[in-house]
Protein backbone atom coordinates (compact mmCIF):
# COMPACT_ATOMS: atom_id res chain seq x y z
CA UNK A 1 0.00 0.00 0.00
CA UNK A 2 1.51 3.46 -1.08
CA UNK A 3 0.19 6.73 0.09
CA UNK A 4 0.42 9.91 -0.69
CA UNK A 5 1.77 13.05 1.47
CA UNK A 6 -0.37 15.89 0.83
CA UNK A 7 2.44 18.96 1.27
CA UNK A 8 4.42 17.09 -1.21
CA UNK A 9 3.08 14.69 -3.07
CA UNK A 10 5.91 12.24 -1.98
CA UNK A 11 4.57 8.22 -2.13
CA UNK A 12 5.33 6.86 1.68
CA UNK A 13 5.02 3.17 1.91
CA UNK A 14 4.44 1.32 5.14
CA UNK A 15 4.08 -2.23 4.23
CA UNK A 16 6.92 -4.91 3.91
CA UNK A 17 6.42 -7.96 2.40
CA UNK A 18 8.26 -10.87 2.84
CA UNK A 19 8.10 -14.60 1.34
CA UNK A 20 8.14 -17.72 3.22
CA UNK A 21 11.19 -19.47 2.31
CA UNK A 22 10.37 -23.18 0.86
CA UNK A 23 13.55 -24.95 1.85
CA UNK A 24 13.73 -23.31 4.98
CA UNK A 25 9.98 -24.04 6.03
CA UNK A 26 7.32 -26.44 7.75
CA UNK A 27 4.46 -26.76 9.09
CA UNK A 28 4.52 -29.29 12.10
CA UNK A 29 1.13 -30.75 13.38
CA UNK A 30 0.34 -32.43 16.31
CA UNK A 31 -3.13 -34.64 17.01
CA UNK A 32 -4.73 -36.44 19.62
CA UNK A 33 -6.60 -39.99 19.09
CA UNK A 34 -7.52 -42.61 20.40
CA UNK A 35 -6.57 -46.58 20.04
CA UNK A 36 -9.37 -48.92 20.50
CA UNK A 37 -11.58 -46.66 22.12
CA UNK A 38 -9.32 -46.69 25.53
CA UNK A 39 -5.69 -45.96 25.11
CA UNK A 40 -5.25 -41.44 23.66
CA UNK A 41 -2.27 -41.64 21.35
CA UNK A 42 -0.60 -38.05 20.24
CA UNK A 43 -0.03 -38.43 16.53
CA UNK A 44 2.97 -35.53 15.35
CA UNK A 45 3.49 -34.91 11.55
CA UNK A 46 5.03 -32.32 8.89
CA UNK A 47 4.47 -31.06 5.85
CA UNK A 48 7.75 -29.74 3.73
CA UNK A 49 6.43 -27.81 1.05
CA UNK A 50 5.25 -24.57 1.98
CA UNK A 51 5.09 -21.36 0.29
CA UNK A 52 3.57 -17.55 0.65
CA UNK A 53 3.87 -14.09 1.59
CA UNK A 54 3.71 -12.01 4.83
CA UNK A 55 2.51 -8.43 4.37
CA UNK A 56 3.06 -6.49 7.45
CA UNK A 57 1.89 -2.95 7.67
CA UNK A 58 4.02 -0.75 9.48
CA UNK A 59 1.19 1.98 10.73
CA UNK A 60 -1.56 -0.23 11.49
CA UNK A 61 -0.33 -3.97 12.26
CA UNK A 62 -4.12 -5.27 12.17
CA UNK A 63 -4.36 -4.41 7.89
CA UNK A 64 -1.41 -7.09 7.76
CA UNK A 65 -1.95 -9.97 6.10
CA UNK A 66 -0.16 -13.68 5.35
CA UNK A 67 -1.17 -16.05 3.00
CA UNK A 68 0.55 -19.72 2.60
CA UNK A 69 0.56 -22.53 0.29
CA UNK A 70 1.01 -26.10 1.26
CA UNK A 71 1.69 -29.12 -0.53
CA UNK A 72 -0.60 -31.93 0.89
CA UNK A 73 1.71 -34.75 -1.05
CA UNK A 74 4.42 -33.47 1.37
CA UNK A 75 2.58 -34.97 4.43
CA UNK A 76 4.48 -36.90 6.50
CA UNK A 77 4.19 -38.87 10.00
CA UNK A 78 7.05 -41.51 9.49
CA UNK A 79 4.53 -44.26 9.02
CA UNK A 80 3.88 -44.83 5.51
CA UNK A 81 0.57 -46.88 5.72
CA UNK A 82 -1.07 -43.93 7.90
CA UNK A 83 0.45 -41.09 5.18
CA UNK A 84 -1.05 -42.99 2.62
CA UNK A 85 -4.52 -43.11 4.07
CA UNK A 86 -4.60 -39.58 5.04
CA UNK A 87 -3.26 -38.64 1.46
CA UNK A 88 -6.37 -40.89 0.75
CA UNK A 89 -9.84 -39.61 0.11
CA UNK A 90 -10.81 -40.21 3.53
CA UNK A 91 -8.87 -36.91 4.31
CA UNK A 92 -6.77 -34.45 2.54
CA UNK A 93 -7.56 -36.53 -1.12
CA UNK A 94 -4.08 -35.09 -2.52
CA UNK A 95 -5.12 -36.50 -5.89
CA UNK A 96 -8.28 -33.90 -6.36
CA UNK A 97 -6.85 -31.10 -3.98
CA UNK A 98 -2.89 -31.29 -3.97
CA UNK A 99 -2.16 -28.41 -2.06
CA UNK A 100 -4.13 -26.02 0.16
CA UNK A 101 -3.99 -22.48 1.00
CA UNK A 102 -4.77 -20.18 4.21
CA UNK A 103 -5.02 -16.65 4.24
CA UNK A 104 -5.36 -14.50 7.07
CA UNK A 105 -9.22 -12.89 7.76
CA UNK A 106 -7.65 -10.68 10.74
CA UNK A 107 -4.48 -9.94 12.40
CA UNK A 108 -4.26 -8.84 16.38
CA UNK A 109 -1.81 -8.01 18.19
CA UNK A 110 -0.36 -9.81 20.73
CA UNK A 111 0.85 -9.33 24.51
CA UNK A 112 4.66 -10.86 24.06
CA UNK A 113 5.35 -11.43 27.63
CA UNK A 114 1.23 -12.98 28.38
CA UNK A 115 1.49 -14.77 25.24
CA UNK A 116 -2.57 -13.47 24.47
CA UNK A 117 -4.06 -10.82 22.64
CA UNK A 118 -3.08 -7.25 23.51
CA UNK A 119 -6.08 -5.54 25.76
CA UNK A 120 -5.26 -2.44 24.60
CA UNK A 121 -5.90 -3.75 20.63
CA UNK A 122 -9.54 -5.66 21.26
Not at 26 to 40: G, N, P, S, Y
Amino acid sequence: MTTTNNQSQVPVTHLSTWKIDPLGSRIEFTARMRLLFVMKVTVGGRLSDVSGTLTVDERDPAHSHVTVTIGTTSLDTKRPARDTHLRSADFFDVARYPSMTFTSQRIEALDQAAGHRDAHHS
